[in-house]
């Protein structure tokens, strides 16, 4: 088609041309010129002037059909869910969350890509804000049958990332919410800087999805105290993030201090924390973008100073005191004495003790007391799933 288009153009721009040159060469020789040739070019000029016509009527023709069939394309592309390769420098190409959670990044390349924050905070685009759940686990995750319960129906909202040990290789079939949802995994030590790396791996991993606005550690022993929905709200709604801190005087507070990490923590600044916190986007990019603490906590806070109850309390205090909550969300018994927490078996489950731990203590909550204090709660052996999904429907209202 273009080919012919190209061939009348030159007919024409011919035509137009030969009469010219003809009347100027001929000058004033015109009546000599012969009757048979002037009908002859007549005759051709006609001949061009359809040929050039139907070219443009055909390209016209063919825009439109062009027209039609291009957007027709991209959206059955779209429907085939590959609309990223439309438009690869697009702004999908910022919003699209990760195609799967183990990728071969470096941490030091993974803590950078997170670490990226727009400068304008308003969305040009509709984003629902969702929750991600983040496991710090060896491996198994026993309690995952209530996991699954508590998340049925609320998909789009939530995001789960699983930390293990290095070469742990987890079974779950594709219908269930842990399916490939391991990310790249190092030794984690309690105690050492090796756990905060793993909490920060999670962290790092989970902003890669810009949906992510709230992200909860959890642990293998961890179960959730109210159904989703009140979860989200929950979580969404509050002005601060629940970082558990607090200043200890004592041995195993204070005591834990060196002075080495002076000037930039002071002992007065120095907090004590669990280690179960949540936090939202903004702390979250904090914390896996730290190059201040991140040394002084690695060089002078070793055991006996515990860095996993350290490090995130005492960095939100200085940097952002004002946005944290400084109480964790993620109830735990300590009543029974010794350097672990309780843990909850079968025996334990009855309608007497989830009703203690719901209304166990008063709060705040965006400033105004509550008895909502607690989302979740640990220590739970494996023993305690039969018991607790029998709960599910009736006390935690799954
Ligand atoms: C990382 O994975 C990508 C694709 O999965 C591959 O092309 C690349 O070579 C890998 N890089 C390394 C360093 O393994
Ligand atoms: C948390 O503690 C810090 C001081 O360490 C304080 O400035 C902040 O207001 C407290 N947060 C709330 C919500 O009370």
């Known amino acids: 088609m ?12 011919d035509s137009s041309s030969a009469p010219r040159s003809n009347t100027t060469t001929s000058g004033g020789h015109f009546k000599a010129f012969p009757l048979k040739a002037v009908a002859l070019f007549l005759v051709f000029v006609a001949l061009a002037t359809v040929l050039s016509f139907a070219t443009i009527y055909r390209s016209r023709y063919f825009d439109i059909k062009a027209a039609i069939a291009q957007p027709m394309a991209s959206a059955a592309r779209l429907c085939r869910g590959g609309g990223e390769d439309d438009d690869p420098d697009g702004l999908a190409r910022w919003i699209r969350p990760p195609r799967a959670a183990m990728h071969n990044m470096s941490d030091a390349e993974l803590f950078w890509r997170a670490s990226m924050v727009p400068m304008i905070s308003k969305y040009p ?74 909490e920060r791996r999670l962290l790092a991993n989970a902003l890669l999805d810009l949906s992510n606005e709230r992200f909860v550690l959890l642990s293998e022993s961890c179960v959730p105290l109210y159904n989703f929905v009140i979860v989200y709200q929950y979580l969404m709604k509050s002005r601060y993030s629940f970082v558990g801190a607090f200043d200890d005087p004592g041995p195993h507070g204070r005591g834990r201090y060196s002075p080495r990490m002076a000037p930039d923590v002071g002992i007065s600044q120095w907090r ?109 052996a494996p023993s305690a799933l039969e018991p607790l999904l029998n709960f599910a429907n009736t006390l935690l209202a799954f």
């Open 272 to 380: 004590k924390g669990a280690q179960w916190f949540e936090v939202d986007r903004n702390l979250a990019a904090r914390v896996v973008s730290d190059m201040k603490f991140y040394p002084k906590f690695r060089d002078f806070c070793k055991p006996a100073c515990y860095v996993d109850e350290h490090y995130f309390p005492t960095m939100l205090t200085i940097e952002t005191p004002h946005l944290i909550a400084n109480r964790s969300i993620t109830w735990v018994d300590w009543s029974r004495g010794g350097a672990h927490p309780a843990t909850f078996g079968k025996g334990d489950i009855t309608e007497a003790f989830l009703k203690r731990i719901h209304g166990d203590k008063k709060c705040l909550y965006n400033d105004q007391p509550s008895t909502v204090c607690f989302l979740f709660a640990r220590k739970f």
């Open 125 to 198: 685009f509709k984003r629902k804000p969702k929750v991600a759940f983040m496991f710090l686990t060896r491996g198994p995750l026993p309690l995952a049958p209530i996991w699954e319960k508590f998340f049925e129906g609320h998909e789009g909202l939530y995001s789960v990332y699983v930390h293990t040990l290095p070469d742990y290789k987890d079974g779950f079939p594709p219908a269930s919410v842990f399916y490939r949802r391991q990310i790249p995994s190092q030794v984690a030590e309690w105690g050492k800087m090796s756990m905060c790396d793993a």
């Open 2 to 13: 273009v080919l012919f288009r190209v061939f009348a153009a030159e007919d024409a721009k």
